[in-house]
């Protein structure tokens, strides 16, 4: 027999027993239904399980959520920051991380993006905070780390996933527009860890995961076709910057870590993606092994496990999420 029709049984059953007593008063009717609808209620709410399985589909971005139910809560109770969560990566790594429990703090400078992505976990039962600002001005970057300690108390972990790029022949670059990549990617990573870091040194724990790339070790298709020592230098500029930060947060139980993304079918670098796959011999998905290109979920996923309890024994580690590049 289901547990819910045999509480509702064993209910009534009570509910009966009572009234058919002849001292039984009309205040101790309204009692034992009172008692009836309390148990009936307790019977019928979802457990804890089933109502993270409908956040965490409630959040996806696609459906790679297939098979991931029975090991929803990862992060449950912990307090999270990621940057650049307007879109792309960082929007789904703050859909994942609120999907596993945790309470996420976004920033980005694209307020209207940072909406949707706060809107989206608030409305599917998350919680989530969106700070406006430019994350390469240490004010901005303090006020994102501020925001989440005012309102937490805490932090647990930091996602710097803020990034992008200006692409041109080396020959042809802008000394403005190398600037601005590095600037873009690595001030932004080093204000924000900064600023995280003296709150996890106090409590003597936390994760810091950095958002690398494939590119650090060049990448094909951009550098024949397009152009991409300035990203390709600040990549490899994280992939340095964790090694060394590592070192300086262990004595803290502090990891930290990178993910290095390969080619990934975003909104913003996705349709450039596609059109060197339609056009050009070294192509993407041709000189990736897999042969396609990567989701966001997927990069999502490994950020998720490098944010977890299960990864407390890696730190100054690049996580490959490449497609076996």
């Known amino acids: 027999m289901p547990p819910t029709v045999l509480v509702l049984g064993c209910a009534?059953?009570?509910?009966?027993?009572?009234?058919?007593?002849?001292?039984?008063s009309s205040q101790d009717?309204?009692?034992?239904?009172?008692?009836?609808?309390?148990?009936?209620?307790?019977?019928?709410?979802?457990s804890s399980r089933q109502r993270r399985k409908g956040l965490r589909h409630g959040l996806a971005s696609t459906d790679v959520t297939k098979g991931m139910e029975q090991r929803m809560g990862r992060l449950d109770t912990k307090i999270a920051?990621?940057?650049?969560?307007?879109?792309?990566?960082?929007r789904a790594i703050a859909l994942r991380f609120a999907a596993e429990d945790a309470a996420v703090v976004i920033g980005d400078i694209d307020s209207a993006g940072l909406t949707r992505t706060a809107a989206a976990i608030s409305s599917a039962g998350g919680t989530a905070a969106a700070v406006t600002g430019d994350l390469t001005e240490e004010g901005a970057a303090a006020a994102l780390i501020d925001t989440a300690v005012h309102r937490h108390g805490r932090i647990d972990i930091l996602v710097n996933n803020l990034g992008g790029s200006r692409n041109a022949k080396v020959w042809e670059m802008p000394v403005a527009d190398f600037d601005f990549v590095l600037r873009?990617?690595?001030?932004?990573?080093?204000?924000?860890?900064?600023?995280?870091?003296?709150?996890?040194?106090?409590?003597?724990?936390?994760?810091?995961?950095?958002?690398?790339s494939g590119a650090r070790e060049g990448t094909p298709w951009t550098a024949y076709y397009q152009g991409g020592a300035a990203y390709s230098a600040a990549k490899a500029g994280v992939h340095g910057f964790v090694r060394d930060v590592a070192l300086e947060l262990a004595?803290?139980?502090?990891t930290v870590n990178a993910v290095a993304p390969g080619?990934?079918?975003?909104?913003?670098?996705?349709?450039?993606?596609?059109?060197?796959?339609?056009?050009?011999e070294r192509s993407p998905s041709r000189?990736?092994?897999?042969?396609?290109?990567?989701?966001?979920?997927?990069?999502a996923?490994?950020?998720?496990?490098?944010?977890?309890?299960?990864?407390?024994?890696?730190?100054?580690?690049?996580?490959?999420?490449?497609?076996g590049r």
């Open 12 to 24: 009534f059953f009570e509910f009966f027993e009572k009234v058919g007593k002849s001292d039984f």
């Open 81 to 90: 920051i990621v940057t650049g969560a307007a879109n792309g990566i960082g």
């Open 287 to 299: 000189m990736t092994p897999l042969g396609r290109l990567g989701t966001v979920d997927e990069v």
């Open 184 to 212: 873009l990617n690595l001030r932004s990573t080093f204000l924000c860890t900064r600023a995280a870091a003296a709150h996890m040194m106090t409590r003597r724990q936390g994760r810091i995961i950095c958002m690398s």
């Open 263 to 280: 080619p990934i079918d975003t909104e913003r670098a996705g349709p450039n993606l596609k059109r060197l796959d339609a056009t050009v």
């Open 29 to 46: 009717v309204r009692e034992a239904l009172t008692s009836v609808r309390d148990q009936l209620s307790l019977a019928l709410r979802p």
């Open 251 to 254: 004595e803290y139980n502090i």
């Open 301 to 323: 996923a490994a950020a998720l496990f490098l944010a977890s309890d299960e990864a407390s024994y890696v730190s100054g580690h690049t996580l490959h999420v490449a497609g």
